[in-house]
């Protein structure tokens, strides 16, 4: 246990092709149990006290450990959509933007981990595997239930990427941090803020109009589908 609650950094856990078979096959899996169990309530409330249990847990060790804000606000993009997706009203446009995120965003995490640098398994690479599944799920849930194509339309989640993003560049520079991963972004070398900036604000603004086209597309087959069934 004390182990698995360190403060002592070492670096990112490797992840072997093995297991990123495994986490692939699982995002799959959960892909398709959700579609097919998304208006069952009990499927539905597993996954929110699933991430709720996450997110107290792991800024339980935040603030008993007293990591720094470096590295223990809740404003990476994932994290910041795993409460919204949990706290915020349905009908909010913010909601929608944040499960927008949350979807897509789980996806790229989870293709792409960017582990804490501890050993494995270590509290904060098992909340990062377990928050980004519950995040999906969570978020796939709310869309497919809740997605409404008046509350945003393709200049706001662009508007609200770039605002978003700007703000967490800000807290970046008085903390240190890493946040929306603006500073040190995956891929890209350098520490050239504006480039980070446009680079990330960019490519999580073209996955979330991505993904809202492809809910918005569903929303107008839906009641074609619904004639479909009724007919004899």
């Known amino acids: 246990m004390k182990h698995f609650l360190t403060t002592t950094k070492t670096a990112p856990p490797p992840v072997s092709t093995f297991w990123f078979i495994i986490m692939m096959a699982l995002l799959v899996f959960l892909t398709y149990t959700t579609l097919k169990y ?11 006290v699933i991430q ?11 603030f008993g450990f007293s990591i720094p804000f470096a590295n223990s606000l809740p404003l990476y993009h994932c994290r910041l959509a795993m409460f919204a997706v949990l706290l915020l009203p349905d009908k909010w446009p913010s909601k929608q933007y944040f499960a927008l995120m949350g979807a897509s965003g789980a996806i790229f995490a989870l293709v792409y981990p960017v582990f804490d640098p501890y050993d494995f398994p270590h509290i904060t690479s098992l909340s990062f595997l377990v928050g980004h599944y519950a995040l999906f799920v969570n978020s796939l849930l709310y869309l497919l239930s809740h997605y409404d194509k008046k509350l945003l339309n393709k200049k706001r989640i662009v508007l609200y990427t770039f605002v978003l993003n700007l703000l967490l560049l800000g807290v ?4 240190g941090g890493n946040y929306g991963l603006l500073a040190h972004p995956p891929m890209i070398k350098g520490d050239r803020l504006l480039i980070n900036y446009l680079a990330v604000s960019i490519i999580l603004a073209a996955a979330l109009v991505l993904f809202d086209e492809i809910f918005k597309r569903r929303e107008k087959r839906a009641p074609l589908l619904a004639k479909e069934r009724m007919k004899p």
């Open 38 to 48: 998304y208006t069952n309530p009990t499927y539905r409330k597993t996954f929110k």
């Open 52 to 62: 709720a249990i996450q997110l107290v847990i792991l800024y339980t060790w935040y």
């Open 172 to 175: 970046n520079q008085v903390t």
